[in-house]
């Protein structure tokens, strides 16, 4: 009887801690940080998301088509697919927390790491994606930090949960920010080959 109670008691426990361990966990990144982790940060408008079975036919993914206005770091092609896990086929439906969802017409600041010779991933899932949004008036551009949701956001240094910031700022900033770390990362490298 003592037998069945452990076993009934690590069910119920496993049960009670699933919602819990199912959580996508992630290292907060600012926007210097993004940057140096990131091949290209774009800015541009999406055009087309298309969601397909992986070739085992296993797993759902979802292109992302982006006509680039500006590169704020990197170079490329006037339009990069940005490809990322989940979506829906045939209604049916996989989704991964924590990722940056996309909508055809948005407008967009992206961080992107390279995946490949011509696709790319968005550098720190939902971190790395700013919607773009303009005042009433339209003398200001500002970029939204995408939610990320349901993730837990962990302290590089402290590995305690850290806040997420919501704030816009206006794209100008974004964009000095991003070519600031960019000219930081590429003089540490420049120093690290000098003899």
Do not use: C
Not at 114 to 127: F, H, K, L, P, T
């Amino acid at each position: 009887m003592r037998r069945y109670s452990l076993v009934v008691g690590a069910a119920l426990a496993l049960f009670l801690t699933r919602g819990q361990a199912a959580a996508t966990s992630m290292l907060y990144q600012d926007v210097a940080s993004l940057t140096q982790s990131s091949d290209a940060v774009v800015h541009g408008k999406v055009t087309k998301t298309e969601s397909r079975w992986s070739g085992d036919h296993k797993r759902i993914v979802t292109d992302v088509w982006v006509d680039v206005a500006e590169f704020l770091k990197g170079k490329g092609n006037k339009t990069v697919v940005v490809q990322q896990p989940g979506g829906e086929v045939d209604g049916i439906g996989q989704r991964v927390s924590g990722l940056a969802s996309f909508s055809e017409g948005e407008e967009v600041v992206l961080f992107l790491e390279r995946e490949g010779a011509e696709r790319y991933r968005v550098a720190g899932m939902a971190q790395g994606k700013f919607r773009v949004e303009r005042s009433s008036d339209k003398t200001a551009t500002f970029v939204v930090p995408e939610s990320v949701g349901d993730a837990e956001l962990i302290d590089p240094q402290t590995r305690q949960p850290a806040q997420a910031d919501h704030r816009p700022m206006e794209l100008s900033a974004l964009r000095a920010k991003v070519r600031a770390a960019a000219k930081v990362q590429a003089s540490e490298a420049q120093r690290r080959k000098s003899p």
